[in-house]
């Protein structure tokens, strides 16, 4: 029996954990298997009690077969070249400390090699120039993570941000999934170069604004809001984001001026019917993977910069518009779907725009244009307007459902 193909099976049986690192590409992750490697293969004891779990990180991590049969004969013929390999892939403090999590997970299988397990992580921190306040968090934490005791868990974790080190949410959950940690904000003001990431589920009270160079970062977590968010002149950045609006206080939830470029990727927002979603007057917004539901007072997306280019997106449920774009806004959307979308003109997209757009390979289900352009209004028809392979569904009025394209094929 191939024992590894056995473990992939069963590792899709129980849903176990995504690596961290999973994403990583192949010489990265061979390098951190072969640091996990340095402990688990160490010795006799060590690979009796701690293969089973190196294995299961080995799937989680995604490395493939192939990497996988090297590990072994790199560490008993190439042991010096490969381990400088580690140190220097893992050269930001959070690999290291997802590293460590790693490390901490195998020594907890240790018993006749607990000694050789302790030397391990003893000489890993070393290199890594822990401090104490380091090497006793991760110690405690992951404690606390097989104890099952979240109450300690979140207390060492604000203990360690007290004394000022950072750690992402997506690492603290990793080590125990069971964790639930939920920051408030009031009134977040970011200005003069200011840099705010957000990246454990969190309520936001009031205004967000991002001024004077400052960048506010959204990533793997999800967010409540009441209120608004104003970006003038800095940068907002979110990637894989579930983010619900309880309650705005203006009729687009985000509002972006004087940003040379924006980038949105994998962000799930629903806006209750409160709002809409986007109005940006410059530079470029890019949207990626991402669904955007339930809008109102305002069309989902109102664009008057440079470009706005949407990928694999979802609108869905806008009851004041789907995509409105004018000025010199370049329009370029493929492979995205529109559903219930509804305006007086272009109940999925209006464009009242100079600049050249193209809408390829994209679905239009139950949009509607109470005048004209059931998914698709053009103000001019010229050249550079092109609509092609696309779907309609359901959309009305019938005569009208893409109106002054200049170029369109039907599938």
């Not at 990246?199 to 991002?210: M, N, Q, Y």
């Not at 806008?318 to 004018?326: F, M, P, S």
Request: charged share 25%.
């Amino acid at each position: 029996m191939d024992i590894l193909d056995y473990l992939k099976k069963k590792n899709k049986d129980t849903a176990e954990q995504i690596h961290p690192y999973a994403h990583k590409d192949n010489a990265f992750k061979y390098s951190y298997c072969f640091g996990l490697g340095v402990l688990a293969y160490g010795t006799i004891k060590s690979m009796k009690e701690l293969l089973g779990e190196y294995q299961r990180i080995l799937i989680s991590i995604n490395l493939p077969s192939s990497y996988i049969g090297k590990i072994v004969g790199d560490i008993n013929d190439n042991f010096d070249y490969k381990i400088n390999d580690v140190f220097t892939k893992l050269d930001t403090k959070e690999k290291q400390y997802t590293f460590t999590a790693d490390l901490l997970k195998l020594c907890n299988y240790s018993l006749w090699s607990e000694d050789y397990a302790k030397k391990v992580c003893q000489n890993y921190f070393a290199i890594f120039k822990f401090t104490n306040e380091e090497k006793e968090f991760f110690l405690q934490y992951n404690e606390a993570a097989c104890k099952k005791n979240t109450k300690e868990a979140i207390r060492l974790y604000h203990k360690f941000n007290k004394d000022g080190y950072n750690v992402s949410y997506k690492l603290l959950k990793y080590i125990c999934e069971d964790i639930l940690i939920e920051d408030t904000y009031d009134n977040l003001i970011l200005n003069k170069g200011e840099k705010f990431i957000i990246d454990k589920p969190s309520k936001i009270h009031g205004h967000v604004a991002v001024t004077g160079g400052a960048v506010l970062i959204i990533k793997n977590c999800e967010v409540r809001i009441n209120g608004s968010i104003m970006v003038d002149g800095g940068r907002i950045v979110f990637n894989t984001v579930k983010l619900t609006v309880e309650d705005c206080n203006s009729d687009t939830l985000i509002h972006i001026n004087n940003t040379a470029k924006v980038n949105v990727s994998s962000l799930e927002l629903n806006c209750n019917f409160k709002c809409g979603a986007f109005w940006q007057n410059r530079g470029c917004l890019t949207i990626n993977n991402s669904t955007i539901a339930n809008t109102d007072l305002a069309p989902a997306i109102r664009f008057t910069g440079d470009s706005l280019i949407m990928n694999e997106t979802t609108l869905a449920d806008c009851l004041a518009g789907g995509v409105r774009v004018k000025e010199m806004g370049r329009l370029v959307v493929d492979d995205c779907e529109f559903y219930h979308c509804e305006e007086e003109h272009g109940g999925a997209i209006y464009s009242n725009s100079l600049s050249d757009s193209e809408i390829t390979n994209s679905r239009f289900t139950n949009c509607n244009g109470k005048y004209l352009g059931g998914a698709i209004y053009f103000v001019y028809e010229k050249y550079g307007q092109r609509v092609s392979r696309c779907e309609y569904n359901h959309c009305s009025p019938e005569d009208s459902i893409v109106f002054n394209a200049c170029e369109e094929e039907r599938p």
